[in-house]
């Protein structure tokens, strides 16, 4: 007898549906995906699929009368007798399925997604380069427990069950799926509910962030030698204490927030698991070694950026600090420990003797190099609007879901690039803070009919503003262009809101769409939804690490797809895929310079502190302007 034919955990799956009498054009759809007909030809068509699943049916049929028990066999020799075929239930196709093991396929790390999950999830892993059952079990690695973040629509209960099937092919497969991969809340290593004491070995670290850290007894500062003995001015019992004490000041400026809860945290978690000291005993030799520790940290410290809430989070990242992120630690910690001093928590500061690291004033501060020439700026924008429009681009057609992402980074994209904001102003901009000026500008001289004397005609033109909040707190205001409104307008329909609306309301740029997760419903959702399920919520703002995110992934599918067209060049391919979202206030800057626009008020729309910075914009352009006229020059001449 020839090798019986074998079948993927969906043609079982299918078959079942077949049995209860589905349509075999509905199968096919649900189960297959049309649009990868070189994984599953015969779901090409109704009739294909048909053949199929009769010819399947068959095979396990026949495995059946040799390898099941003789009930089985008889009861299918009757029917076929009937009927000419077997004709099965639900119950007596799983006694087939059992007895018919033969014909089931094993995974292999070079199967295809599509061939073991449903068209839905194997396009949403697809669409991240996820291609294989080998790459799904390298990325799970690779990521760890969050790894299912960033694909949209997989939530915590699709990445759970997706693990449990790897892990449960794992010897097929040959590849194992490492132990942490997992979609639990991080596991306490000691009885104190969801808080990790830190701790264990250099090699081994017990690692996590503030919000689920606690310090072993010994080390909590409860007694430390720099304690001041006079009445301290916060209630903080140790050092964890004051530390959330000193933060809490920065409540309201989220940016430094997050900077300084990172450097001190840092501090934390080497002074207890590689110094064995607390905060509130340190001294200047101790703040000597940390300086040391900060231009190389320990490998168990290091590792690629991930979720707080992951169990590899690490508090370093491979790339290391360069010297000016080492010193902005240093100046971080100092007046922290100030603070402490001040408040009377500590007896002394033992920073204000350590000092900073050696760096290099560079000479020029803004990256200008970064911006895009006005023709790969125009071209940008060219095909943006033909993906939000759902324009066929080289016989892909965005689906309605992808025009939707594809018109939130149009409208971050623009304000960016037309309005010169910076990515924390994008994503914390408001509707209630853009509004039409009216101006008035001066035209050119004219004479009244009725006398000879000469006045200036003037006209009444109309402009949008934007308020925004930049750094240092210091607000400014910032013109929009009519595209930017336009794409907003169209980002705001999608979110099923009035842009036009007289007391229109809330962040410009939104999520349209929320994955149901424990951490998206704490920020965006209602948290008596569902879990697992996608909410609509159109009011809550993206954080502005995501709409980097988003934004930096749309430019680079638009630089691969050009690439591929053969309408882009290797260098601007380059540019491209470099290009983040600060790259398009500069942008701003260099093409608002090249139009005549008055240095001053480039700075006052940029919100520089100093008049030099923003000519670092003049002399880019000057220096593009010399670059362009020496090539011109140069073909001349030959």
């Not at 009885?191 to 919000?211: D, K, Q, T, W």
């Not at 850290?213 to 500062?221: E, N």
């Not at 001289?445 to 949008?464: C, F």
């Not at 608002?592 to 700075?603: E, F, K």
Request: glycine letters at 6%; aromatic letters at 6%.
């Amino acid at each position: 007898m020839p090798p019986p034919r074998t079948y993927t955990r969906t043609d079982f799956a299918a078959l079942r549906a077949f049995v209860q009498r589905i349509e075999s054009g509905v199968i096919a759809r649900r189960y297959y995906d049309p649009d990868e007909p070189r994984h599953a030809p015969h779901a090409a068509s109704p009739d294909a699929m048909e053949r199929f699943l009769r010819a399947m049916l068959e095979d396990l049929v026949q495995l059946a009368l040799r390898h099941g028990s003789a009930v089985l066999a008889f009861h299918l020799k009757a029917s076929i007798k009937q009927h000419g075929s077997a004709k099965l239930t639900a119950v007596t196709l799983r006694m087939v399925e059992q007895a018919s093991t033969l014909a089931a396929a094993r995974p292999a790390p070079d199967h295809h997604v599509g061939l073991w999950f449903r068209p839905l999830i194997a396009r949403r892993l697809t669409g991240e380069g996820i291609d294989s059952l080998g790459t799904l079990i390298d990325v799970c690695n690779l990521r760890g427990g969050s790894w299912w973040r960033s694909i949209p629509r997989i939530g915590a209960h699709r990445a759970q069950v997706i693990v449990a099937w790897l892990r449960g092919h794992e010897t097929d497969l040959g590849k194992r799926v490492e132990a942490d991969v997992d979609t639990a809340p991080l596991v306490p290593v000691v009885g104190l509910g969801n808080v990790i004491v830190i701790g264990g070995s250099m090699e081994a670290p017990r690692l996590a962030p503030f919000e689920r850290l606690a310090i072993p007894t010994a080390l909590s500062g409860e007694h430390g030698t720099n304690r001041g003995r006079d009445f301290a001015f916060i209630r903080a019992e140790h050092d964890l204490a004051a530390i959330h004490a000193y933060l809490n000041r920065y409540r309201d400026r989220p940016a430094t927030l997050r900077a300084y809860t990172r450097e001190l945290e840092r501090l934390v978690l080497w002074l207890v698991i590689v110094r064995g000291v607390a905060l509130s005993s340190m001294t200047v030799e101790d703040g000597e070694a940390y300086k040391d520790f900060l231009k190389a940290p320990i490998a168990s410290f290091v590792g690629p950026k991930r979720s707080r809430a992951s169990g590899r989070w690490r508090p370093f990242t491979p790339e290391g600090l360069s010297p000016e992120s080492q010193a902005y630690a240093v100046r971080a910690i100092r007046a922290a420990f100030a603070w402490l001093t001040t408040v009377r928590y500590l007896a002394g500061n033992p920073w204000s003797a350590v000092t900073d690291p050696a760096t290099i004033t560079r000479e020029v501060e803004v990256q200008v190099e970064r911006a895009l020439s006005t023709d790969l700026w125009t071209r940008v924008r060219a095909e943006l609007d033909a993906r939000c429009d759902g324009e066929d681009l080289g016989g892909v057609t965005p689906t309605e879901d992808e025009a939707r992402q594809w018109r939130i980074a149009r409208a971050a994209i623009l304000l960016m690039g037309n309005s010169g904001v910076r990515r924390d102003e994008a994503a914390n901009a408001r509707r209630e803070n853009l509004s039409v000026a009216v101006v008035t500008a001066t035209g050119s001289s004219t004479k009244m009919p009725t006398d000879s004397s000469t006045v200036l005609a003037t006209e009444q033109r109309s402009v949008w503003v934007l308020g925004v909040i930049g750094k240092r707190r210091k607000q400014r205001t910032v013109p929009v262009s009519v595209a930017t409104v336009a794409a907003l307008r169209a980002h705001w329909a999608d979110r099923e809101l009035d842009f036009d609306a007289t007391w229109a309301e809330g962040p410009l740029i939104a999520p349209v769409v929320i994955n149901g997760t424990n951490a998206s419903l704490a920020k965006h959702g209602d948290a008596s939804e569902s879990k697992g399920a996608a909410v609509h919520q159109p009011h809550a703002p993206y954080a502005a690490d995501a709409l980097a995110r988003l934004v930096r992934e749309a430019i680079r599918r638009i630089a691969e797809a050009l690439l591929r067209e053969g309408a882009l060049s290797h260098d601007a391919h380059v540019k491209l895929l470099a290009t983040s979202a600060h790259a398009f206030r500069h942008t701003f800057g260099t093409q608002t310079v090249a139009r005549g626009m008055p240095i001053d008020v480039a700075q006052r729309i940029l919100g520089h502190a100093s008049l030099q910075t923003t000519s670092i914009y003049v002399r880019a352009e000057r220096q593009r302007m010399l670059d362009e006229a020496a090539k011109y020059y140069s073909e001349d001449a030959s």
